[in-house]
């Protein structure tokens, strides 16, 4: 069947008439579901005439079998939202998305078997491959323009040519999608780097470029190795995303439009990443790992046009007057930006919070990683006997906080190079291990979490047995939640002088007039997760830079809310305070 958009000679073609997309990177996972109309509606005031999205194969089967495509997750209903607000859409589904996101889109459960060759021809990678294309598929297909509806492009893999060369692999990515009934272009993407370029090029893909800057050198590269058709570059930088313990990255408005401009003046297609940012609630952030493991903060801001909170920044202002010149912009009045309500809620303890969702895994001679013990298992209690003092080390992955005969003594920082601290004398040794989110790009993608191997004290391995308990942290915001007062703060000690020290629930309520977007100020309180209304907003960590979790408003309602912290070191101000404007940290440029 031949599709209605095509690649044609020098140019897209939309029922035979040249056709450029001005397109912007939205992750449907980083936005509430009740705010996808309100954020494409923004994209498209901004001149937009597509839509791009990525999809993460671990949030529509995080368990195995465990397929899901609703609420959160509901691409068909993303993707109809798109065509009903008049744009295209752009299908990215990988398998692989790397996005910044936990594991680069890849399920726990599949990584975890070390034997099989990630992102390859391998015949088991590709069977559970095609069972997730397959399902992603039945819901695209029905949906691309050929069929009324919005999706003008599909992406095979993604940068596959920084991480392999595998062309069977390719070859049989393509098979599976045009089996699945998809009829649009398929295009890859990489770098404007030729090896990049070469080792993920495909006779059956369009190629296209990732990049900021340069504009002219990177086209001209890009041109090297697609001779014929249009030039597109599907990941325009705009912004950056943020590490804990760096600061936040910005891009000069002016700097990023005149990119913006040049690639348009050029002719060439273009898809803005990222458009609208979002976050990463709950676990879903990724990490990286260069030489040094650095994760990724809850907000996707990414210095994006329509920012985290979904206002129209001064990017995207400039990125309007720049599209205009080059394409038509809706004359529609702009949506003005309002200050979110500003207020304190005192906070009473919940003690021991862990203890209400653990998990009983038994003994191991030698400590299992976390990988062993099941899918998106992120925090594992290991307890072993252990008497004498010495010099402990370990490989943890991430974050350890170490006790002896249930005393804190110190803590163990992969991000940090922190792996080994003075044990004192005792008889029992505990470490409660925290996964702080997946490396998503290159060859470190599904590397076990956990203790890694068998810890030793002064030189000689910690024998066992090993008690595991494993903590349902999405569970403990619930959990806090539905604790009965009567067992609240049963220590008297939780809270003194407004400081707690953890592991330690907080919670509190608070009423507003109506349901509004909030910014939950996490500065006084040390490492943890938040939620309000049991809805899981994510990761805090006092090392920075974001100092605020972002509140979307259909989480929040007229009356009685709840917000709950689970804190895993210690607070110094017992308090919630919701302010009117986010903090995403010190900015750098």
């Not at 498209?44 to 079998?65: C, F, Q, S």
């Not at 045009?178 to 990489?190: M, S």
């Not at 990724?286 to 994006?304: I, K």
Request: aromatic fraction near 8%; hydrophobic fraction near 40%; glycine fraction near 10%.
């Amino acid at each position: 069947m031949t599709s209605r958009f095509v690649v044609g000679e020098t140019d897209f073609l939309l029922d035979g008439a040249p056709h450029r997309i001005i397109s912007g990177a939205m992750h449907y996972p980083r936005v509430h579901p009740d705010l996808w109309r309100d954020r494409i509606r923004k994209a498209r005031l901004m001149g937009l005439n597509a839509i791009e999205t990525y999809v993460a194969w671990d949030a529509h089967e995080p368990v195995k079998g465990a397929w899901r495509a609703d609420g959160d997750v509901d691409l068909g209903r993303f993707l109809d939202i798109v065509a009903e607000e008049g744009l295209h859409a752009i299908v990215r589904p990988g398998p692989y998305i790397c996005a910044e996101w936990h594991n680069g889109g890849l399920p726990t459960w599949l990584t975890a078997d070390t034997t099989m060759r990630l992102r390859s021809s391998d015949p088991r990678y590709l069977a559970e491959a095609t069972a997730y294309l397959e399902r992603v598929n039945a819901i695209v297909a029905p949906r691309q323009i050929d069929r009324d509806g919005s999706v003008i492009l599909v992406q095979i893999e993604n940068e596959y040519g920084a991480y392999g060369s595998d062309k069977d692999y390719l070859a049989e990515l393509i098979r599976v999608t045009r089996a699945g009934g998809i009829t649009v272009p398929l295009v890859q993407v990489d770098q404007p780097i030729a090896h990049m370029l070469a080792g993920g090029a495909h006779e059956g893909l369009h190629t296209t470029g990732s990049f900021g800057g340069r504009v002219a050198e990177r086209l001209a590269t890009l041109r090297e190795h697609q001779p014929t058709g249009p030039l597109m570059c599907m990941e325009f930088w705009c912004g950056w995303f943020d590490h804990w313990g760096e600061k936040h990255h910005t891009t000069p408005p002016a700097d990023s439009a005149a990119d913006l401009d040049e690639l348009l003046a050029a002719g060439a297609s273009v898809n803005i990443y990222m458009v609208h940012g979002g976050t990463n609630f709950g676990l879903t952030n990724g990490a990286n790992h260069s030489g040094r493991y650095l994760p990724m903060v809850t907000s996707y801001d990414y210095d994006a046009p329509i920012s985290e909170s979904g206002e129209l920044t001064e990017k995207f202002h400039a990125f309007r007057e720049v599209i205009a010149r080059h394409a038509p912009v809706p004359d529609e009045p702009l949506p003005t930006p309002a200050e979110a309500p500003a207020f304190s809620v005192a906070l009473e303890a919940v003690t021991d919070p862990l203890r209400l969702v653990l998990r009983d895994r038994g003994s191991f001679d030698d400590p299992p990683s976390m990988d062993e013990l099941g899918p998106d298992v992120s925090l594992v209690e290991y307890t072993t006997s252990l008497t004498g003092s010495g010099v402990l080390e370990a490989e943890i992955r991430d974050h350890a906080w170490v006790w002896r005969d249930g005393r804190p003594v110190g803590r163990l920082q992969r991000s940090i190079g922190d792996g080994a601290l003075a044990l004192p004398d005792g008889t029992e040794l505990r470490l409660l291990v925290e996964e702080t989110g997946r490396v998503n790009y290159d060859e470190r993608i599904g590397e076990a979490k956990g203790i890694i191997g068998v810890p030793l004290l002064d030189g000689v391995p910690v024998a066992g047995p090993w008690r595991v308990r494993t903590v349902d942290v999405a569970a403990l915001g619930a959990a806090v939640s539905a604790t009965a007062p009567d067992a609240v703060a049963a220590d008297p000690t939780a809270i003194v002088h407004g400081r707690a020290t953890g592991p330690v629930g907080l919670r509190g309520s608070f009423p507003l007039d109506a349901a509004a977007d909030l910014f939950l100020d996490t500065r006084g309180w040390g490492k943890g997760y938040a939620w309000v209304n049991g809805f899981f907003l994510g990761r805090y960590w006092r090392r920075g830079p974001q100092r605020t979790l972002y509140v979307p408003g259909p989480v929040t309602r007229a009356g009685r809310n709840e917000v709950v912290i689970v804190e895993l070191e210690d607070v110094t101000d017992a308090t919630a305070r919701f302010l009117a404007r986010p903090d995403l940290g010190h900015e750098v440029e």
